[in-house]
């Protein structure tokens, strides 16, 4: 297992910052997961921790000895890392068992040394008695065994993982999470996941790093990411969230305010120093509900529906801002388009107000 320091560290290319002045501590066998949009640095990130970029400044410590900064890059064979990649970089031409001791075999470990990691790393990884097998004639979830496998064969400190589900099917890659929550569980490795799928980050990740542009937007458990994010990017890029103008009314008692939406009256949830006036709202789906006219609900019009097996996606209008969508999911009948229902806020989120400068 390795602590892992990142402190501002910064890669460049064409000019351009691809990682920008990024700190962050990760602790002996946490899981984090890397998760943004498409070119926000997290994959290049994970090539400077493996050591195939280097750094135009900051440093990366491994258990507290520099592994890589401008003036010095430790090799990556040098580094004590496994990675597991989404192609699964599998040789044809081998069986199993030579895929998976293959980097041992380089490193000149004795054959029984080698023949009793990989029949321990296939037992790990649920592939016992697969050592003889061509790689051929496995599944890709098994492919992806193997990948695993080979990594824990060589007894990493570190595990780097660049988005190792995403050549599978969603059943398949609904197993394969709970796969790779046993081989965290069992290996305690430190692992660092990179992912663009926000359901696999929630599912593996004690901690779950946002980035965009190069930079950390938020690192926080997937459960308070997800019910308090920090920003509108965060916001908007987890969980469906859509923002909304309010305005606050009162101070914060035990972690709730009174707002006005739209026109409406309600009480979401805030920082103990949210202060009155306009404010930005977080509403997710599950926070809004359908409820009886008048009382504590606001008019709405049905602008459009979508079916989505389990439930509809329905998106409506306020009618004190018409210009305006809302989403939310429902069960059982859809509502018709143009229909006026009455819609509860059943929870919400105020984002903080970011600092001048």
């Known amino acids: ?38 070119g926000c640095g997290k994959t ?47 040789w044809p031409h081998l069986d199993v068992a030579g895929n998976v001791g293959y980097a041992l075999k380089v490193q000149k470990l004795p054959k029984p040394e080698r023949e009793k990691r990989v029949a321990e790393a296939l037992e790990t990884v649920g592939l016992p008695g697969f050592d003889k097998r061509r790689v051929q004639s ?13 990594c824990l064969a060589m007894r990493p400190r570190l595990v780097l993982l660049d988005e190792p589900l995403a050549n599978l099917d969603a059943h398949l890659r ?41 930079r950390l937007r938020q690192v926080d458990t997937p459960d308070r990411l997800y019910q308090e994010p920090c920003d509108a990017m965060v916001a908007q890029f987890l969980g469906q969230g859509q923002l909304a103008p309010v305005t606050v009314h009162g101070p914060v008692e035990n972690g709730w305010v009174d707002v006005e939406l739209f026109g409406h009256r309600t009480r ?20 809004l509900v359908f409820a009886e006219e008048g009382g504590a609900s606001m008019p709405v019009t049905i602008v459009s529906t979508r079916f989505e097996g389990g439930s509809t996606l ?15 999911r429902v069960g059982g009948r859809a509502p018709m388009i143009g229909e006026r229902r009455s819609l509860a806020i059943s929870d919400g989120w105020l984002l903080p107000v970011a600092s001048p400068g």
Do not use: W
Not at 138 to 150: C, F, I, M, P
Not at 203 to 209: E, P, S, T, Y
Not at 268 to 287: E, I, K, V
């Open 1 to 38: 297992m390795a602590d892992v320091s990142l402190r501002g560290v910064r890669r460049e290319a064409g000019g351009r910052a691809i990682v920008d002045d990024l700190s962050l501590e990760i602790a002996h066998g946490e899981c984090l997961a890397l998760l943004g949009p498409s």
């Open 44 to 90: 290049t990130l994970l090539r400077l921790l493996a050591g195939f970029e280097t750094l135009h400044a900051g440093e990366i410590m491994f258990d507290g000895k520099i592994v890589a900064a401008p003036e010095r890059q430790l090799a990556p064979e040098e580094r004590r890392v496994g990675m597991v990649f989404q192609s699964y970089a599998l």
């Open 138 to 150: 496995l599944s890709g979830g098994q492919r992806q065994r193997v990948a695993l496998a080979r």
């Open 174 to 214: 609904e197993t394969m999470i709970d796969e790779f929550r046993r081989f965290h569980a069992a290996s305690g490795a430190t692992l660092i996941y990179v992912t663009h799928d926000q359901a696999e980050a929630m599912a593996l990740a004690d901690r779950i790093a946002v980035m965009d542009n190069g």
């Open 268 to 287: 979401m949830r805030a920082r103990p120093d949210c202060a009155p006036g306009p404010a930005q709202a977080c509403l997710r789906p599950g926070d």
């Open 314 to 328: 329905v998106r409506v209008a306020p009618e004190a801002a018409p210009e305006t969508t809302l989403n939310l």
